[in-house]
T-cell receptor
Framework: SQQGEEDPQALSIQEGENATMNCSYK?????LQWYRQNSGRGLVHLIL?????REKHSGRLRVTLDTSKKSSSLLITASRAADTASYFC?????????????FGSGTRLSIRP | DTGVSQNPRHKITKRGQNVTFRCDPI?????LYWYRQTLGQGPEFLTY????????KSRLLSDRFSAERPKGSFSTLEIQRTEQGDSAMYLC????????????FGNGTRLTVT
């Protein structure tokens, strides 16, 4: 079962442009994480935002969280060809320390040189 | 930190055969997850462990799937009587038990059932 849904499913932009991906989720969360996956590889953790935070930055990444709308966005600024990958949001359901991590369906990002 | 290791990297099997995959987590991580991923989709939760205890198993997982984590170290995922629909990438991840701890993924085992 998927907890989150990313939007758009696919995104193609020119190198140097900004890329924005959105994630919606269904249940209450403790935190939301974003991961990146290159083709044929495992996922790599990018950034985590807690439920009491509204915005977080890390390098060229900016994440926002709106718990009232149950949504998050990931912004990648000044995109590079190496940013081509799939991006997934993941949530820890509920507030138990034993919460499992559930992933969304992902956005496939292509950066055109 | 040698990372999460999964073996084999690829597995081709005939329908009806049993297969077993292995995951070696990062040594100090006591939480271990198994996910299944098909092309164009996100990782689908299968099961997870804290130490040797299996905390939850997806209701989508049939009885043909079983996972173990003896002694709380490496884990195995076995699929009995494989079906073509089992063809997918099987991903393992490990983490510390803290709620904010990121998952560290292996590169997966790609299963093809012919």
């Amino acid at each position: 079962s998927q907890q989150g849904e990313e939007d758009p499913q696919a995104l193609s932009i020119q190198e140097g442009e900004n890329a924005t991906m959105n994630c919606s989720y269904k249940t209450s969360i403790n935190n939301l994480q974003w991961y990146r996956q290159n083709s044929g590889r495992g996922l790599v953790h990018l950034i985590l935002i807690r439920s009491n935070e509204r915005e977080k930055h890390s390098g060229r990444l900016r994440v926002t969280l709106d718990t009232s709308k149950k949504s998050s966005s990931l912004l990648i600024t000044a995109s590079r060809a190496a940013d081509t990958a799939s991006y997934f949001c993941a949530t820890a359901q509920g507030y138990s320390s034993a919460s499992k991590i559930i992933f969304g369906s992902g956005t496939r990002l292509s950066i055109r040189p | 930190d040698t990372g999460v290791s999964q073996n084999p990297r690829h597995k081709i099997t005939k329908r009806g055969q049993n297969v077993t995959f292995r995951c070696d987590p990062i040594s100090e991580h006591n939480r271990l997850y198994w996910y299944r991923q098909t092309l164009g989709q996100g990782p689908e939760f299968l099961t997870y462990f804290q130490n040797e205890a299996q905390l939850e198993k997806s209701r989508l997982l049939s009885d043909r799937f079983s996972a173990e984590r003896p002694k709380g170290s490496f884990s195995t995922l076995e699929i009995q009587r494989t079906e073509q629909g089992d063809s997918a990438m099987y991903l393992c991840a490990s983490s510390l038990p803290d709620r904010g701890s990121p998952l560290h993924f292996g590169n997966g085992t790609r299963l093809t059932v012919t």
